[in-house]
């Protein structure tokens, strides 16, 4: 994956355990989880069998959130951020778009400064949540 539009990192922990240590430092940072996918139960589910373990989590920081929607409704089209789970051979893969990327696309320069922000922010939470 490239690092130009997508951050990646390398868990030591479980993907369920990295779940929860995302969650925590996200938390720290006023994020939220407001939804999650456990891919293999719902394509499971579906009678798609899927065997990787594979976690997807929409986050929202609401006041980052406002003020990106306030000055451009285009945003929402990146909203709520996705940050992936997964398990690759036997470490856990955690990812995100990076912000700065897709607000590049609207074309709108008075929104990077709020991206860069919430950027820094999804890095700094899954830095911590992937420490030893």
């Keep these: 994956m490239s690092e130009t539009w997508a951050r990646v990192y390398d868990s030591p922990h479980s993907v369920d355990e990295t779940v929860e240590r995302v969650t925590e430092a996200l938390k720290k940072r006023q994020f939220g989880v407001l939804w999650q996918m456990d891919v293999p139960e719902t394509l499971s589910a579906k009678g798609m069998p899927f065997s990787t373990p594979y976690r997807i989590l929409e986050v929202c920081n609401p006041k980052a959130a406002n003020e990106v929607l306030s000055q451009n409704l285009q945003v929402g089209y990146f909203l709520p951020?996705?940050?992936?789970?997964?398990?690759?051979?036997?470490?856990?893969?955690?990812?995100?778009?990076?912000?700065?990327?897709?607000?590049?696309?609207?074309?709108?320069?008075?929104?990077?400064?709020?991206?860069?922000r919430v950027e820094d922010a999804l890095e700094s939470a899954i830095a911590e949540a992937v420490k030893s």
């Design 81 to 116: 951020c996705k940050v992936v789970l997964y398990q690759d051979g036997e470490r856990t893969k955690v990812a995100f778009p990076r912000p700065t990327s897709l607000i590049g696309w609207i074309g709108d320069p008075a929104l990077d400064p709020a991206a860069a």
